[in-house]
């Protein structure tokens, strides 16, 4: 018998990995993207060309990122939804990259997991005030063998002997990462050991990021120009390598350029028949399918639905709409840390997941705070330190010289951010902008949202703290911090192109998923409730933001997903060919730390130093705050 | 290099688009029109205002000690990026994955990559405008990038009382910094960006002219397909490229860290004088 047809709805993160398992298991896919197709040779034995280099003027110019002239979004603030203020910004709100691969293609790769606590924050630690906080349908268990395909699939690295006992009894691994970490970036040591000394403990970031050949991927040679660019030689796992690549070689149908419209409904109202799309030449298209995977994101996902009418019967569809508060910490150091030289930043710091439920929770009446997992030691490239000081009040002429010369934000530079968990609100909301429209004609998304007072208080809270690690950090001699409260003062707002969330690429939680279909808008695998074919497979379904990089789940999820649809389980041992190559540890168990080096060292063929083996790779976000 | 003459024989005789793309882009930048010589869409005399412009907001010499916007070349790579659309592909975006700065060796670079049809589309409303054409009007009209610059460097010269470019120096800083103005402002918010953007980025865009935007700030610029060794990864510079940064400069510097925390300003936001756009 033939398996069902599918269409996949968006080549990103989601949809590439759903597109893969699927295909892998024998349907017939489709894969609509309404982006332009970047990667010309993707899905060939040979592999695809790359367009993209150091380029820092491209990204500024919608080459893969959404052009907010053709699709602008627009927002407001809850005060002035109750106002009746329809729209206080039009323009790019979260936009993320517009072309195959979705945002992976020039995120930062970070990839570390969820915690168990993330999945059922309401049984564990109880209501919070004002925020629409509930269990996750499945445990960290569920997922753990998903996320390990995941992470052999993009080639991650990492180092398990050097993860803290909390990290791990939070989240247990069953495996070595399949890679070894990069190089430590230096800026990312400095800080490490500011946090040593403060009794926190950075260890390698878990990244998808070759460090040493794999899939056909040539090992990273810190370019610097890593989060927010397209790696030029392809070193990031990522959805179009890792996923899209394989299903388009194993048959799947790639149709770059096509919108998709809207999702067509059988009489019945249960069933799905198909999709409406505008093609590349501008023409209505339909093509039907037995099962429809939406996956163009969770602000994308929600309005997709609320054109087609569907999804909706809980009244949550596009409530709950999560973004990550970042909070920064910055230190100044006498000397020149290179924090921009390597992939963003080498090492993390999860001492700041929380929960906190001292005097601080209290204080701001919340049962407890949650911050998030740290990028350690990150900085700024030329162009983005020349652009920040531009942007200031008046400055330019000898003002604007001198700043570069000095070079204040680059040379002496080197932070950390935390990507800290944002509380689901109802009032957080996507929904049809009643007046403007993009170049289809379609109503753009509209995103209401304002911070809760959680996040105001947990980034307060957290804030000095990452301060404190800066100003511990040798050669240090200024520090600062950047709490959310703060960033909304400065800023004017959500809202406004500076203001922190409206710039993250961390977008979750429009269709979370549950068990009760009058309090969630898919079934625990991702199904809407209302419709028996069509599935979510981006990160519109989770129920909670979580203190870390959301693409792994969105990847581990959306395979779950794909795997329940086709009727089969996880791979059993998933091995790509590079895993066991010489030098790699075949087992966590009888590996010490310096044997992890030593794995670190012949693959990067150099011998490390003591200091840095003692703390390794050092990871830190760019000030985009994208992964 | 290719000098003028050569390249505009080139042109004449093959015709421009007949030519290999990265070779004629190096043609083109140098070409690059001389003081009182027009630019590919502004005139001369706009050309010779902007580059003024450009060399207030990135001062060179004699009054600045390092090279600055006008010896990059910037208000020249504005002019071309105004003109994109003079040129099949487009110079909007430059191709990659390689510049032949860094071990590769052909430039990449200055192979810029064709638009299709939609992104054709958002290109011509960013810089044209929307003039009046339905299929660039469906969320009403657009103030192009090329309305804006023509239309602020008029501005400049009225508020000169004549020519902008024939001011002083500081009499020109008094106008570009004028904040009672809206006018001048909103063109100074575009312009500076785009100046830095030209002087800062990579030079197939037309500025940054010999590197001197990179090399004034000790910057590598692209370093693919070459990238950085294990040891300039983890180990600090033998020798550092910049003075040793005092705890008084640093502190006083903390004041501007929340511009770090968003993204800077877009460029420019052509959607914004659309109506329903207007904020509340």
């Not at chain 1, 610097?224 to 899209?244: D, E, K, T």
């Not at chain 1, 390794?616 to 760019?622: A, R, T």
Request: net charge neutral; with cysteine.
């Amino acid at each position: 018998m033939a398996k069902e047809s599918v269409i996949v709805v968006g080549s990103g993160a989601g949809g590439s990995a759903a597109a893969w398992a699927l295909r892998q298991a024998g349907h017939p896919v489709v894969i609509l993207e309404k982006g332009r197709h970047l990667l010309p040779g993707l899905g060939t034995p040979a592999g695809p060309r790359i367009p993209f280099g150091n380029d820092e003027v491209k990204p500024g110019r919608a080459f893969e990122n959404q052009d907010p002239v053709l699709e602008p979004r627009t927002s407001r603030t809850q005060q002035e939804a109750t106002q009746g203020v329809d729209r206080s910004f039009v323009g790019d709100v979260n936009d993320l990259p517009t072309t195959v691969g979705g945002g992976t293609i020039h995120w930062d790769a970070k990839t570390p997991r969820f915690w168990r606590h993330d999945f059922k924050g309401l049984s564990l630690y109880g209501p919070v005030p004002g925020a629409n906080v509930a269990d996750w349908p499945l445990t960290y268990d569920d997922l753990a063998p998903y996320y390990d395909e995941v992470e052999n699939r993009l080639g991650v690295q990492g180092d398990v002997t050097k993860m803290p006992a909390s990290t791990l009894a939070q989240a247990p691994r069953s495996h070595q990462f399949p890679l070894p970490p990069n190089p430590p970036m230096y800026a990312g040591t400095l800080l490490a050991q500011g946090a040593a000394s403060l009794g926190y403990h950075a260890y390698p970031f878990p990244m998808a990021v070759a460090s040493r050949r794999y899939d056909g991927r040539p090992p990273c040679n810190s370019c610097g120009f890593c989060s927010g660019f397209v790696c030029p030689i392809n070193a990031r796992g990522n959805a179009a390598m890792s996923f899209l690549h394989h299903a388009l070689l194993d048959g799947a149908e790639l149709r770059p350029r096509c919108f998709v419209t809207k999702v067509d409904m059988a009489p019945d109202g249960r069933r799905a028949v198909g999709v409406s799309y505008v093609d590349p030449s501008g023409a209505r298209q339909h093509e039907r399918a037995d099962i429809i995977v939406l996956a163009p994101s969770a602000i994308e996902t929600a309005r997709l639905l609320l054109l087609s009418g569907i999804g909706n019967s809980s009244g949550q569809l596009g409530h709950n709409i999560m973004f990550h508060f970042f909070t920064l910490g910055i230190g100044l150091f006498a000397g020149e840390p290179h924090s921009w030289r390597g992939p963003s930043t080498t090492f993390t710091i999860d001492d700041f997941v929380g929960p906190e439920r001292g005097p601080a929770a209290q204080a701001a009446g919340l049962p407890y705070l949650k911050g998030g997992i740290c990028e350690v030691g990150g900085g700024l490239t030329l162009l983005a330190e020349a652009q920040i000081y531009a942007s200031l009040p008046n400055t330019w002429g000898k003002v604007l010289k001198n700043l570069l010369r000095q070079s204040i934000f680059r040379a002496h530079l080197a932070g950390l951010s935390m990507v800290g968990e944002d509380m689901p609100q109802e009032a957080n909301v996507v929904d049809l902008d009643p007046k403007v429209r993009d170049v289809h004609g379609l109503p753009v998304p509209r995103i209401t949202y304002s911070v809760h007072r959680h996040e105001l208080a947990a980034s307060a809270f957290y804030g000095p703290k990452l301060q404190a690690i800066c100003q511990a950090a040798p050669g240090a001699v200024a520090s600062g911090t950047v709490p959310v409260g703060v960033l909304e003062q400065e800023t004017g707002g959500f809202g406004s192109p500076l203001a922190g969330p409206a710039s993250t690429a961390h977008i979750m939680g429009t269709a979370r998923m549950g068990d009760d279909p009058a309090r969630s808008v898919t079934d625990p695998w991702g199904r809407l409730h209302d419709v028996d074919n069509v599935y979510v497979g981006d990160g519109s379904v989770f129920v909670s933001a979580g203190g870390f990089n959301p693409t792994l789940t969105i990847m581990a999820l959306s395979l779950r997903m794909a795997r329940h649809l086709a009727g089969s389980a996880p791979a059993a041992a998933p091995a790509p060919s590079t895993r066991a190559a010489p030098g790699r540890l075949a087992a966590t168990g009888g590996s010490s730390a310096v044997e992890a080096a030593g794995a670190a060292a012949l693959a990067t063929g150099v011998a490390l130093g003591s200091v840095r083996r003692r703390v390794q790779g050092s990871e830190d976000g760019k000030r985009e705050a994208r992964s | 290099m290719v000098d003028r003459r050569t390249f505009l024989k080139a042109a004449g005789g093959l015709g421009l688009l007949a030519l290999v793309p990265a070779t004629r882009v190096r043609a083109l930048l140098a070409a690059a029109p001389a003081p009182g010589q027009a630019g590919r869409f502004l005139t001369a005399h706009e050309l010779d205002a902007l580059r003024t412009v450009a060399g207030r907001f990135i001062p060179g010499p004699p009054e600045d000690p390092d090279p600055g916007a006008v010896e990059a070349r910037a208000a020249e790579a504005v002019d071309l990026y105004l003109a994109a659309f003079t040129f099949d592909p487009p110079l909007i975006h430059a191709g990659g994955p390689f510049s032949n700065r860094a071990g590769a060796t052909h430039d990449d670079f200055a192979d810029f990559v064709p638009l299709d049809r939609l992104a054709e589309l958002g290109w011509r409303i960013r810089l044209e405008g929307s003039q009046g054409k339905p299929e660039r009007e469906f969320a009403g009209p657009v103030t192009g990038l090329q309305e804006i610059y023509r239309s602020g460097l008029a501005h400049l010269d009225q508020r000169a009382g004549g020519s902008f470019a024939a001011l002083p120096g500081p009499a020109q800083d008094l106008i570009l910094s004028d904040q009672t103005d809206s006018a001048v402002q909103d063109f100074v918010g575009v312009a500076l960006s785009d100046v830095v953007d030209a002087t800062y980025g990579p030079p197939e865009y037309g500025g940054n002219r010999d590197l001197v935007g990179w090399t004034v700030n000790h910057w590598p610029g692209d370093t693919q397909p070459r990238g950085f060794t294990p040891e300039q990864v983890s180990n600090p510079d033998p020798q550092p490229a910049t003075p040793a940064l005092s705890a008084k400069a640093a502190a006083a510097a903390l004041k501007f860290l929340p511009a770090l925390a968003g993204r800077p300003a877009a460029h420019a936001a052509p959607w914004a004088a659309r109506p329903g756009y207007e904020r509340g």
